[in-house]
C-alpha cells in the first residue's frame, strides 16, 4: 500500500486530494500549520500531522514522523491580488516563502528517500496563472511561475533515479480558500488610481465562465501522481485545459 504526504490540507484542493487518496485505498498523511482532526475522516490510513513549510525544523520533524513515503504533493500556497505598485515587498516575500521556497523545501528533504530506493514521486500544484497573464496577479503569478520552470528542470535531473517531478495546474476555483485566508495580506492593495481598470477585472471574476472545482483538482493530482508517460504538465479544470491547449 502506498503513502502519500500532502501540504496544506486544511481546506481547499489539500483536503479534497486527501480524501480522494484515502478513497482509493492509500495510507494518506495530512498536514497543514495547525492540525485540526475534524477537517478528515477518523481511519488509520490517514493521519494529521503539523507541518509549516516555511520553517525547516517543522519539515524535518514531519517527515521523522511520517516515515517512508511514495508521493509528495505540495499544494500549500497562499495567495495575493491587487496592484503590484502597492504591495509592499515584505508581502511578495511572504507568498515567495510559501509558495516557492516552501516547496523547494520540501522537495529537497524527501529526496534523498526517494533516490535512495530509485522510486517517488513530487507533484507540485502552480496555477493556470502561469499559462496567461492575469492581471493583478504579479507577484503571485511569479511565485507559480517560478515552481514550473523548478519542476521542469528537476524532472530532466531525477529522471536518471526513476524518480518523477509532475505539475499540476489548477484554473480558476472562486470556492477555494484563496482569498479569504488572505484577506488581511490584501487590504489595501488596489489604489485609488487603479479602480478604474481593476472594477471590471474583479466584476469577470464574479462571474467566470468556467471554474474549477476541488475534485477536478484532486482528480487531476491522482492522474498526475500515477502517471508512467513521462508528461510533466497536468492543467485541472476546463478553463485551465483551455488555457493550456491555447498556448
Not at 481511519?43 to 509528495?72: F, M, Q, W, Y
Not at 508581502?91 to 522510486?119: D, H, I, K, Y
Not at 484563496?178 to 464574479?206: C, D, K, V
Request: charge should be neutral.
Amino acid at each position: 500500500m502506498k503513502t502519500v504526504l500532502i501540504t496544506g490540507c486544511s481546506s481547499g484542493y489539500g483536503l479534497a486530494t486527501a480524501l480522494h487518496f484515502h478513497a482509493q485505498g492509500w495510507n494518506v498523511i495530512a498536514t497543514m500549520r495547525t492540525p485540526c482532526e475534524d477537517v478528515v475522516p477518523r481511519s488509520n490510513r490517514l493521519r494529521v500531522l503539523a507541518l509549516d513549510v516555511t520553517k525547516p525544523e517543522s519539515i524535518a520533524v514531519a517527515l521523522e514522523a511520517c516515515g517512508p513515503i511514495d508521493v509528495l504533493i505540495n499544494n500549500a500556497g497562499i495567495g495575493v491580488v491587487g496592484a503590484f505598485e502597492a504591495t509592499p515587498m515584505n508581502t511578495v516575500r511572504e507568498v515567495f516563502e510559501t509558495n516557492t521556497f516552501g516547496v523547494m523545501a520540501m522537495t529537497q528533504a524527501v529526496l534523498p528517500q526517494f533516490r535512495a530506493r530509485r522510486s517517488g514521486v513530487v507533484v507540485n500544484v502552480t496555477s493556470s496563472a502561469t499559462l496567461a497573464r492575469m492581471p493583478l496577479a504579479a507577484a503571485y503569478t511569479a511565485s507559480k511561475a517560478a515552481i514550473e520552470g523548478f519542476t521542469g528542470s528537476l524532472a530532466f535531473e531525477l529522471q536518471y533515479f526513476n524518480v518523477q517531478a509532475k505539475l499540476v495546474e489548477p484554473g480558476y476555483g472562486p470556492t477555494t480558500s484563496f482569498t479569504s485566508n488572505g484577506g488581511a495580506r490584501m487590504a489595501g492593495l488596489i489604489p485609488e488610481a487603479y479602480l478604474p481598470f481593476a472594477e471590471p477585472i474583479f466584476a469577470a471574476f464574479a462571474r467566470p465562465t468556467a471554474v474549477t472545482t476541488e475534485s477536478d483538482v484532486a482528480e487531476v493530482v491522482w492522474r498526475a501522481a500515477n502517471d508512467s508517460t513521462g508528461q510533466l504538465r497536468f492543467p485541472a479544470g476546463a478553463d485551465a485545459i483551455a488555457l493550456a491547449q491555447s498556448r
